[in-house]
Structures are given as C-alpha cells and as structure tokens.
C-alpha cells in the first residue's frame, strides 16, 4: 500500500527516524540537485545514525516508497532527485570513524566530506586518490554512487579503484546477493568480458566487469558507479595513498582544444607517473579576473608530472608554448580555475549554459577526433559549448546553451542528446565517464549498449533491489531524458525570477569549511535552507508558483531568514548569484508589492540613518538616556533587537559637525574629497579625522563633503526598495560632481561604498569612482608608514572582500611591513540581521567560525576592521577595540 504523507512521516517516526521533514521549504529544498531536473520528494530524511537507514528500507516497503540517497546534492545528471523519500546524509552521517596508517585505509560515514577526509588523513602523509572539482563539498557516499574520478584519478584511479570494502544494504526482498550475481555473470562470461570495462572511464550502466572471476568477484568495486539503484552504503572502507609533495605542474598551450586532445597519448607515453592531465577552454580563463598568466593558446593542458618527468612531457607536447608553475601559490590559483569549470561554463556564452551532456568519455587516443566531431554536431543544431576535463582520461565536460526559453527548447535538447549518444558510439565511448548516466542518460544506454547488456542491467536490479524502490528511473526502465525537467522560463515577469535560475546547483557555497565569504549562515548551521543553493531553489519555486505560492509563502520567510546579505556569493558563487540582491527585491515584492505588514525591525533598524541624523543635536543626551536599564530595554524591545545586544552610541559631535560646526566647507579645492556616510558620519566619525590628519602628514589635503549623501543601504537590506532607489539617485546628484572635478572622492564605511558600486549602479544605472582609503593612497602613490613589527589580525567587512576588493588593503599592509592574518568569512552582524531578535545565537555561531578565534589566538595583534558592523560585533562578543586602516596609518604618525 502506498501511504500518505502524514502516514509516511508517523511511520519512519514509529521505526527512531527522528529527523524527517514533508515541510513545502524541505520539499522545495530538495526537489533539485545540480542538475536539469525538478522532481518534488514526499519527505526528506536526515539520519542521525547508520541504523536508520536500515529503518527507512524497512518503511520503504511497507509504504511501497521509493528511496532516492542525495550525498551532497551536486548530482549533475539528475540521479540525486526522487519522488518518495530523500535522504540527506551530509548533515548527520558525517563521521571519519578511523584511519589506519598502516593499512593506509579510513573508514568512513557516507556523507564524509571529501575534503574532510583529506585533512583527516594528511597529518599520515595520506590522501584519498580520487578528488572531484567539488571536493570541498561532496560527498563519499555520493563518489561511491557515481564512481566520481577528478583531476588525479589518473595517478589513483577512480573511487571503484580505492573501495575495499562496503557496508550496503539492498534493497526490500534482496536475498543471495553476491552468489545470485555471481551466477548471473559466470552464465555470460564472453559477453561481460568484450563488452564492459574497455576502458578506464567506461562508468555508464552497471559496471559488470568488477564480478569476472578473474577481477576477485569484486561485489564492492560493483556496486560504486550504481548511483544508489542497487544499495544504501551504510560505511564505506576506502583506500589511501601517499601523498606525493614533489609534482611539478607544466602548462601546455594550443591553438584549440581539439589539438590539445591530439597531444595527449604522446604525453601519457613519455610520463607514466602523470597524476592529471587536464584540459582548460581559454573562455573559462577569460572570466576570471586576476588569473595567472597562460602561455600562448585558445585551449591548454594542465599536466601534473614528478620533477623528474617535466623534461620529456615538455619535448613531447607539440605545444606553441609552455610554462613549467613552480610557485604553489600560482599553481593553486590555476587549479581553482579548474574547479570552478562547472559554474564558470555555465556562464562562459552569450546564452545560459546547461547541464545534461556533461561528463561523456572515449578512449585517449580517439579524444581529438571526438572533439571535432562533437563541435560539428554543435553547429549542426545552432548550439556552443566549452569543453574541458580530464583529458588525459579522455573525460570531457561541457555546459551547453540549449534553448530552453524557447518553445522548442527541450525538443533541441532531447534531439541533440540523442544525435551526441550515436556519435559517441562511432567512437566506442561511454555516455557517462564519472558523473553517472541519471535522468539525464539512462534512456540512452540504448545506444551504448546491445540487448544482451541491458537485459544483464535488468537482472541485477531485480536480485539487488526486486521491488523497484531504490532511486527508480535511473539506469533500468529509466524515465525519458526530457520528463522532469525544471522549469528555466519563469512565470513570474520579474527581473529576479531569471536572476535566481543562475543558481545550477554546483554547491560551492555547501562546503563546511571556506576561506572566502560565502555562505556564513550554512557555516553556522550546516542546514540546506540556509545556503545559497537552497534559498536560490526555494526563490526559484516562488517564482514558479507551483509548489512555494510566491513571495508571501512561509517557505521564503524560512529560506531567507538567515541570509545575512553579506554579499559573499556575489564574488564566490561561480555561476554569480547575488543572494543579497534577491533578498531585498523578494521582501520588496512581499511588502510593498503585495501588501504584507512589515516587521518593526525594518521601519526601526532598516532605517537606522533617519534616526542617527534626527538624534544629532542631542547626542550626548540619547546617549546617556540610552546608558539607563529600563530605557535600553524598551528601547530594543520596540525596535525588534535582542535584548543581549548592545545599542551603539552615537557620536557626541557627528565628523561633520566636528570639522565645520555650522560654517560651510571651507572655500579652498581639496587634493582628496572624504565622503561622509552615515555610519562614518554619526557613529565612526574618527574613521575621517584620522584619515585627515595622516593624510596631511604626507603632505596631502582632504576636506570632508558637507552634504548629506546617505547610500540607502539600511532601506535595501530591508526591502524598501522604492525609497532606496530615490535615496540613491539623490546621493548620486549629489557626490556626481565632486567625482566629475577630477579631485579623488573616498569612502571610509565599506557597506556603504559597497553599496555605490553595486546597488547603486543597478538602481541608477550611474556609476561613481569613490576609492576605499587602500585604493586612495595607492593611486596616489603616497609614501606608508611603518608598520615593521605590528602584527594584524585583519577582519575585512563581508561587502569589503565582496564588492570592493580587499587587495589593495594587504598590499598596504605588508607594504609597510606589518605581519597580517586575513580573516574569511562575515563577522556575523551584518547590519540590521545580527541586532534582530531570533538571530543572536546564529550571528555568534558565524562570529565563532572564524572570526573570535583568529582574534583570541593572537592576543597582541591590531585588529583591523574598518566595518561599522565588524567593529561592534568585536565589542559585543570580545570586548576588543577595533582600528580603520585610516586609524591605524595615524597612529604612526611622528608627534
């Protein structure tokens, strides 16, 4: 029988599944992974312990269920999406058990992190062979789904080449497994052994070569690549190597990546102990500002050799250039350009970029005729696509614009992954080389594969899974490719609802550790609903309308809630979502759109610069009126703030009134023109006296702009979007001509600089040339203080290292000669969201990942944060005084 929602839930209840949730928010959550396809899950289930998923099995079949197991969602041909029960073990299930060095093994939960796993088995001079793109976030549980490779698998092998044992539970009713199997493939030994295993990256189907008798009747190494269609991995034992510190990486340029696929079987014969050979499209380089510099070529080769091997890959190459990367540094920052192929791509033409032909594979020799023919077929079909990968594997990704917002755009879809599968079988490829065949493929295998083979796939899923309940729909009797696709024509006639298709679900902003800024809140909480990912997919729901009823639904509340809008997607999401953006414009359209009453937090805090500016003239006395118990609590009480946060003061004399009292500026043109912003202005104002004195110290003259210029941002990150924007173009009118004398303009408040040059823009469509103090002195060349001995711990505010840029600050800094740690992510305050009540306990937890304890560990250091909002989370939690940069050059001065 099949049970009702409410029923499934009080079943796997009954069975100790605590963590199950039918919400509309889990739902929306979950019903996409990184890939093409919508399919809305029952419930979604996060198991605390590996026992519970022997309970899900269980009420799987007496519900008559499926089970569809996600790893970390990042499942690019839609195998990680399902209708019953989807379950979530990255949140729970998370544990390293054990390493044995001497066995060089790790046992471990199947929602490890992979990147976790590598830091576990680092200090044993260990590595787990195998490393996808999005190590840093998936999951081994899900490598072991789909046989994940990576850049190195070349010198490790393939995560079914680093299996030594599994812990798996088949599906309901299985019985016999391993000997049923066995017999199944001893009854068609010639038939497996010509047709499966033919080359490394033949991962499609089920990978039946594993139980030839000759190959140890491997039913472990078997199952990996079966993309939870056959079992549910409870543990998994894996291999790992020695991690060797001497590779040296030589970059090869070509002329195009088709002949940069013809020099790879010359490079594989001079260099057997090459770990990657990669294959890079210059249109992915050229979106990433700042990256190292490339020999000449459209297309290279990342070949990653030992020292001794350099020499020969080198004469070998045939390459119009190369360049041998010693520098670790350089080295690293090339290889995040790989990583980020996914999300770069998909961005990388003039139309979106999709998923869907993404991983398929042939053997290295045949690489540079199946390139070719594949950009014909391309053209054929009026379609573009880069291509890169694992060339040395003869492994190609590739993100295509297909058509979808165009009537026929999934018929040019199904039509063109239809001709690629036949082309590839001229080549004697593999649909799938390390993503599995999924949604996307399955229907496919068809033309991979003869009768006999898929019969073999039909008869090992009836002995491992008889009742069909396991992640039905993929590789046996499998949904057409174009059922289930999501929706990329929104409904709703909004620029947002284009904006939050961006998100292609690459998971980036799910790793659970970062050295960026995104995504704070999931740092803190490690909950789906709070990444950029999830919020993206509930928006995109929203704007659907058909399971989250637009922008008053309650599952958009939940989503957005604890976005911080911080900004830090904006620069470290790949494919460019701007959270923050899409937060102000969805409570715009919940508000003031469609009428819902706002909370007291928005008129009060959301609009903090209207009251700083009406408190001026009697600060000293808000101030100490505010110093009173019964007032403070009042006070917080009325304007939604939590009662365990402190009010900041205002400024006993505003910078402005501090500099002119109430004459005009004086009557003289400036060498530096200081912005006065409203946090600088009325909070901060020793951020400009500083700025002034030190810059007069070196011989240069500002003077501060007398006029009221607020950027608007407290009314943005609140939603009110329609004052905002007249805010804005009021400030712009205003600083427009002191930017236009040619006389530098600087901005002191990071957020609100921030703001001029990303929302301003956006609402205005005005662009203004204010420089961060970093920016103004290194344009003016001006001569820095020394700073030999100072040690920095640096907090650069989250719209700082977003938006603007904190570079120019730790050239300064180093320049001087101080020692600076540079701390990632958000201080956790974040403006308005840290002071609201309900968000206390979360702006600590993000104040905790990175923040306090670069602080605590050094203990003698400056600590830098020119953010308004960094420098009072500081004083609330630690209790530490704060410098600007403009505060810290002064503090040098020569008396």
Known sequence: ??????????????????????????????????????????????????????????????????????????????????????????????????????????????????????????????????????????????????????????????????????????????????????????????????????????VSGYSLEHLLPENGRSVERFLVGSEGTLAVVRSATVRLVEDDPDRHLVVL???????????????????????????????????????????????????????????????????LEHRLVEDAREAAALWRIREDGAGLAAKSLFRPAYSGWEDAAVPPERLGAWLRDFDELLKAYDLDGVPYGHFGDGCVHVRIDFPFAEADGAQVFRD??????????????????????????????????????????????????????????????????????????????????????????????????????????????????????????????????????????????????????????????????????????????????????????????????????????????????????????????TAGIDQRRSIPAFAPRTLRRTLYGSRGVPDVVPDVWIWADSFSDHFFPGNGLAAIEWLASVGVTARVINDDACCGLTWITTGQLDKAKAILERTVRTLAPYVASGVPVVGLEPSCLATLRSDAVEMTGTTLDVLTFAELVERLDLPLPDLSGVEVVAQPHCHHASILGWAADKRLLEGAGATVTQVAGCCGLAGNFGMEQGHYEVSVAVAETHLLPAVRSQPDAVVLADGMSCRVQLDDLAQQPTMHLAELFASKIEK
């Open 416 to 637: 063109f992954l239809t001709a690629a599968a036949n082309k590839l079988r001229d080549h004697g490829g593999s649909l799938s080389g390390e993503h599995g065949d999924g949604r996307a493929r399955s229907e496919l295998l068809a033309t991979m594969y003869d009768e006999e083979s898929l019969r073999l796939f039909g008869a090992v899923k009836a002995i491992c899974d008889p009742d069909n309940l396991l992640n039905p729909g993929n590789i046996v009797d499998p949904a057409p490719l174009d059922a289930d696709l999501r929706p990329t024509r929104p409904r709703a006639p909004l620029a947002l609802a284009d904006q939050v298709h961006r998100c292609t679900g690459v998971g980036k902003c799910v790793a659970p550790r970062t050295a960026g800024v995104m995504c704070p809140s999931y740092l803190a909480t490690r909950d789906e609903k709070d990444s950029t990912r999830g919020r993206s997919r509930v928006l995109q729901e929203a704007v659907d309308g058909t399971l989250v009823k637009g922008f008053a639904d309650p599952a958009v509340d939940q989503a957005l809630d604890l976005c911080l809008a911080c900004k830090g997607c904006a620069s470290d999401c790949p494919t460019g979502v701007d959270m923050a953006t899409y937060k102000a414009e969805a409570l715009h359209q919940k508000h003031d759109v469609l009428g819902e009453r706002r909370p007291r937090s928005h008129f009060l805090l959301g609009q903090l610069p209207r009251w700083a500016a009406m408190a001026a003239p009697v600060a000293p006395l808000a101030n100490r009126m505010m110093r009173l118990k019964p007032v403070q609590r009042m006070a917080r009480a």
């Open 1 to 202: 029988m099949t049970l009702e929602t409410p029923d499934l839930v009080a079943a796997l209840r009954r069975r100790g599944v605590t963590d199950v949730d039918d919400s509309t928010l889990a739902r929306a959550l979950y019903s996409s992974d990184a890939s093409l396809y919508r399919v809305v899950p029952q419930v979604v289930v996060r198991p605390r312990h590996p026992d519970e998923l022997e309970a899900i099995l269980d009420v799987s079949a007496e519900a008559r269920t499926p089970v569809t197991m996600r790893g970390a969602g990042t499942s690019i041909a839609g195998n990680a999406v399902g209708t019953g029960i989807v379950v979530d073990t990255l949140k729970h299930l998370n544990e390293v058990v054990s390493i044995d060095a001497e066995s060089r093994t790790a046992v471990v939960q199947p929602g490890v992190v992979h990147a976790d796993l590598q830091r576990a088995a680092a200090p044993y001079g260990l590595r787990f062979g195998p490393d996808p793109s999005t190590h840093t976030r998936c999951t081994i549980g899900g490598m072991i789904g789909n046989n994940a490779c990576g850049s190195r698998a070349l010198g490790y092998g393939r995560t079914a080449d680093n299996v030594v044992a599994l812990d798996a539970a088949y599906g309901p009713g299985a019985t016999d497994v391993e000997a049923r199997l066995g017999t199944l493939v001893d009854q068609h030994l010639a038939h497996v052994r010509t047709s499966f295993g033919r080359f490394t990256r033949q």
């Open 253 to 319: 340029g070509y002329p195009s990546m088709a002949e940069a696929a013809d020099a790879v079987p010359a490079l594989l014969a001079v260099a057997p102990s090459m770990t990657a050979c990669e294959g890079l499209d210059s249109r992915i380089v050229d979106l990433v500002p700042g990256a190292p510099a490339l020999p000449r070529g459209a297309g290279w080769l990342f070949a990653e050799v030992p020292a001794a091997e350099t020499a020969a890959v080198i004469a070998a190459s045939g390459a």
